[in-house]
């Protein structure tokens, strides 16, 4: 069974800081069904980065994604106050997505 | 524009089903992939099963296939969830979501969630 672990669990940040966020696999999946999105009280997840590097439709560009294998990064270039959120990696797989356990991004 | 509208918050008995709909306007309802998420409070968002409308067979995760039921009206663009013998575990939000075009089925429309709360 996949499992994805995010580090760290909380990242502490202030605008205008850049922000990277990590997702380990436990085995090499590949970058296609690879994907990150940022969570919200009140409001559905949002996906923002599929393919692992592809930005999702109306997502701002300092949201990029990288990685291959194992080992996948997000990274915000520099954080605006809406960004401070919940962020979950996530791998496709026809019979079961898996998600990790979550970055939390919030204000130091 | 796409839109996803879920139907309201329900409170249910251990033991007891819920059916939670999703109706969805704009684009072709039958050819993309409407899958079903719940989060729970302070969880991450976990995939329960999905399905093609024009296909019919559903994709269900190992975890709730015994007692999950994934169905499309093509009639009235109408995505419906019915899961079965609830516990206290299944108090969440649950989520339909209609994906992009192309494969992996991308959830890009997300509706705006339907509370599940499950207590005797």
């Known amino acids: 069974e996949l499992v994805l672990t995010q580090s760290p669990n909380t990242l502490s940040l202030s605008p205008g800081d850049r922000a990277t966020l990590s997702c380990r696999a436990s085995r090499g999946v590949h970058n296609n069904y690879f994907a990150w999105y940022q969570c919200k009280p009140g409001q559905p997840p949002r996906l923002l980065i599929y393919g692992a590097s592809t930005r999702a439709t109306g997502v701002p560009d300092r949201f990029g994604g990288s990685g291959s294998g194992t080992d996948f990064t997000l990274t915000i270039t520099r954080l605006e106050p809406e960004d401070f959120a919940v962020y979950y990696c996530q791998h496709y797989d026809s019979s079961l997505w898996t998600f990790g356990q979550g970055t939390k991004v919030d204000l130091k | 524009q796409v839109q996803l509208v879920q139907s309201g918050p329900e409170v249910k008995k251990p033991g007891s089903s819920v059916e939670v709909s999703c109706k969805i306007s704009g684009g072709t309802f039958s050819s993309y992939s409407i899958n079903w998420l719940r989060q729970a409070p302070g969880k991450r968002p976990e995939w329960m099963g999905g399905l093609i409308p024009m296909l019919g067979t559903p994709d269900l995760s190992e975890k709730f296939q015994d007692r999950v039921t994934l169905t499309a009206d093509e009639s009235t663009n109408t995505a419906h969830m019915k899961l079965r013998s609830l516990t206290s575990e299944d108090t969440a939000v649950y989520y339909c979501?209609?994906?992009?075009?192309?494969?992996?089925?991308?959830?890009?429309?997300w509706g705006l969630g339907s509370l599940v709360i499950v207590s005797s």
């Open positions: 979501a209609r994906s992009m075009s192309g494969y992996p089925p991308w959830p890009q429309h």
